[in-house]
């Protein structure tokens, strides 16, 4: 049997074989994924908690300051933090029930939680969610 050559590739299939080897030769085996970091021990999230209380009676005074002379009040503050792992605020968001708050309460409220030390964590990321009730009856 003579084989004649003439430079033409003449199956698809052993072109399509030829192909997938030499992509599996080049790909080589899939990278190892990392293992997930560890979550935040509850150690480490009681000091969280012991930060935020820390700080609750100056974010009231931030929410009195703003009623004027209101005499009965009541202020919702719910808190979404997110801390990298050494303890530095990375995004906040505050919202407040009612939101009819001033400008100032929010530049105060946002001081204090930038100005609050929390602790290092194992984490990259942390995220926090608190709640406060203030009012005067």
Known sequence: MRVRYDGAVRSPLLLAVVLTLAWLAFAGAPP??????KPVSPELRELIAKALDDVEQQVGGCVLEGQGGS???TKVVK???TLDSAGKLMKSKVAYEP???SESVRKCVDAVLAATPFPKTNAP?????RTWTFSMR
């Open 32 to 37: 190892k994924r990392k293992a997930p970091p």
């Open 71 to 73: 005499l009965v009040w």
């Open 79 to 81: 808190l979404s933090l």
């Open 99 to 101: 939101d009819d708050v």
């Open 125 to 129: 990321l942390t995220n926090i969610e």
